[in-house]
């Protein structure tokens, strides 16, 4: 069966930096494009960035270009999101999610990881 199994993250001050992983099994990942989304405290999901399958497209919500990085090894099966100078507002469970349907910027997805914390506190 299809898994997401995302990883990395945790409390980091503003301004510092974390990599999350999400590790994929049950299907041929390097034939999917994929995306991170979060969501918030009290706020609905949001997506942040999404890679095609050979990587040689990626996109990124306007609230992290310039300081996100989306990135996938097919070889390992795992999908990677590079976030430096990180800001509380960041601040949200992170979601790797398989991509479908849909624009690059605004994909359907089919399934989700279980997601990972990312608090950015002083």
């Known amino acids: 069966q299809v898994q997401l199994v995302e990883s990395g993250g945790g409390l980091v001050q503003p301004g510092g930096s974390l990599r999350l992983s999400c590790a994929a099994s049950?299907?041929?990942?390097?034939?999917?494009?994929m995306s991170w989304v979060r969501q918030a405290p009290g706020k609905g999901l949001e997506w942040v960035s999404n890679?095609?399958?050979?990587?040689?497209?990626?996109y990124y919500a306007n609230s992290v270009k310039g300081r996100f990085t989306i990135s996938r090894d097919n070889a390992k099966n795992t999908l990677y999101l590079q976030m430096n100078s990180l800001k509380p507002e960041d601040t949200a469970v992170y979601y790797c999610?398989?991509?479908?349907?849909?624009?690059?910027?605004?994909?359907?997805?089919?399934?989700w990881g279980q997601g990972t914390q990312v608090t950015v506190s002083s």
């Open positions: 999610a398989r991509v479908v349907a849909g624009d690059p910027q605004d994909p359907k997805y089919d399934y």
């Open positions: 049950g299907f041929t990942f390097s034939r999917y494009a």
């Open positions: 890679i095609n399958s050979g990587s040689s497209s990626t």
